[in-house]
């Protein structure tokens, strides 16, 4: 009886979120936080690369690829931020594109790398995708609530992603890294045909 | 406790649900739908390509390891830098011919379980790439979003791999040997029609 009757308490309170919920964000402008949150998820260009640096980093050691989690948010928040100093760098879509064919190739290689090349291109990779979510900002967004968002969920993504690579790693038969070995070699393919797209018609992307 | 968990849950749900409608438009995602779409379908829309990028599959089955995941891994990636130079513009020559050779070829090493070196068939499957991927970059549409494009596109060519490994898979059986192979020659069979149309033979 106890839990029906707090099955009909949640069910209310689902019914009657919405509205509220609504008013309530709009007024305290939270869903800019949001709005930054799922912004890097609505399409591929930022979720490719994220993917396959979390498994570029998995495959060296857990700790290396913990400074890929400290270090990718907060290049992730200064990359969004860095769009309210230059808000329109050209090179900017074509650095993104490259990046993803780059470790996606990393990625399918299974190469190795010095604890500071990981990190670094962690960085680069955080830098140019963060700026082109901030390029998403308008004026009456606020800013720093969407930053913020955009370095949380990138955080959120890199950790899950690390970590769910690494138990995967772990299990039994040698296919699992080339399973992901092959995927990033997807990854790079992609990569390069949007390259080629971008290049042959860039007004229209 | 773990009711506490869930009701927090769902909560959280409809609070991201509710707070990013409207911001989490800012994303075309129209763009990005249609761009998967079209993208996903071009691969599969085309007999002569669909028949070589599962007979590729089929091969690196049978031929078995790393042949299996060497030749699904080559494919994709050739057929991007072809997908390149036919958004390029490059001039390449007896492209539906070789297309409809890659099928006739690929499906008769198939049929005969011709085994050669792992770097010949990784080479015979890039060069065949290439030609796929040129044949592809050309008829290329205006895509909306490039990047959704090319995901949809490689995810297609991937799935069409696996579709032949997994059919690959059955030659652990005597019977299943016999049925890859016909397989094998049944795509030699669609590869030798298109080949008849390059050549302008069949009506």
């Known amino acids: 009886m106890r839990r029906l009757?707090?099955?009909?308490?949640?069910?209310?309170?689902?019914?009657?979120?919405?509205?509220?919920?609504?008013?309530?964000?709009?007024?305290?402008?939270?869903?800019?936080?949001?709005g930054g949150m799922l912004h890097p998820l609505t399409g591929v260009g930022d979720i490719l690369p994220w993917l396959a640096l979390a498994v570029l980093a998995a495959f060296q050691t857990a700790e290396r690829a913990r400074w890929v989690v400290v270090?990718?948010?907060?290049?992730?928040?200064?990359?969004?931020?860095?769009?309210?100093?230059?808000?329109?760098?050209?090179f900017v879509p074509y650095a993104g594109i490259a990046l993803i064919a780059i470790v996606g190739l990393a990625v399918a290689a299974g190469i190795r790398?010095?604890?500071?090349?990981l990190a670094g291109?962690?960085?680069?990779?955080?830098?140019?995708?963060?700026?082109?979510?901030?390029?998403?900002m308008v004026p009456?967004?606020?800013?720093?609530?969407?930053?913020?968002?955009?370095?949380?969920?990138?955080?959120?993504?890199?950790?899950?992603?690390?970590?769910?690579?690494?138990?995967?790693?772990?299990?039994?038969?040698?296919?699992?890294?080339?399973?992901?070995?092959?995927?990033?070699s997807w990854i790079a393919a992609v990569g390069i045909m949007a390259l080629g797209l971008q290049l042959a018609m860039p007004a229209t992307s | 406790m773990k009711f506490d968990l869930e009701a927090k849950t769902v909560a959280l749900a409809l609070a991201l649900t509710v707070g990013t409608a409207a911001t989490a438009q800012a994303h075309t995602t129209t763009d990005v739908a249609s761009g998967l779409v079209s993208g996903f379908l071009h691969p599969i829309t085309g007999l002569d390509h669909l028949v070589a990028m599962v007979a590729v599959g089929l091969w690196g089955a049978q031929l078995g390891n790393p042949a299996i995941w060497v030749l699904p891994i080559t494919f994709p990636l050739v057929m991007a830098v072809g997908g390149l130079l036919g958004v390029a513009g490059v001039e390449l020559s007896y492209v539906e011919e070789i297309v409809a050779l890659s099928g006739i070829a690929l499906g008769a090493a198939v049929a005969i379980h011709l085994r050669p070196p792992l770097w010949i068939a990784a080479v015979l499957v890039g060069v065949f790439a290439i030609f796929h991927g040129y044949a592809h970059g050309r008829e290329l549409p205006h895509a909306a979003d490039p990047l959704a494009y090319g995901a949809g596109f490689v995810l297609a060519t991937g799935l069409l791999h696996l579709c032949g490994i997994a059919i690959g898979l059955l030659v652990q059986w005597p019977f299943g040997e016999r049925a890859v192979r016909a397989c094998g020659a049944a795509i030699g069979c669609v590869g030798f029609y298109f080949l008849l149309g390059a050549l302008g033979v069949k009506g």
């Open chain 1, 140 to 184: 009456s967004t606020d800013h720093w609530l969407f930053i913020s968002g955009v370095a949380m969920i990138g955080y959120v993504v890199m950790t899950l992603v690390v970590a769910l690579t690494l138990a995967f790693l772990k299990g039994r038969g040698g296919w699992r890294e080339i399973a992901l070995r092959a995927g990033g």
């Open chain 1, 113 to 117: 790398l010095p604890v500071l090349v």
């Open chain 1, 5 to 34: 009757l707090q099955l009909l308490g949640l069910t209310l309170l689902v019914a009657g979120w919405p509205a509220s919920a609504h008013a309530h964000l709009v007024n305290t402008r939270l869903g800019d936080f949001y």
């Open chain 1, 71 to 90: 270090m990718f948010p907060l290049a992730l928040f200064a990359g969004t931020a860095s769009t309210l100093l230059w808000p329109s760098l050209p």
């Open chain 1, 121 to 136: 291109l962690g960085v680069i990779v955080a830098l140019v995708d963060g700026y082109q979510n901030g390029q998403a």
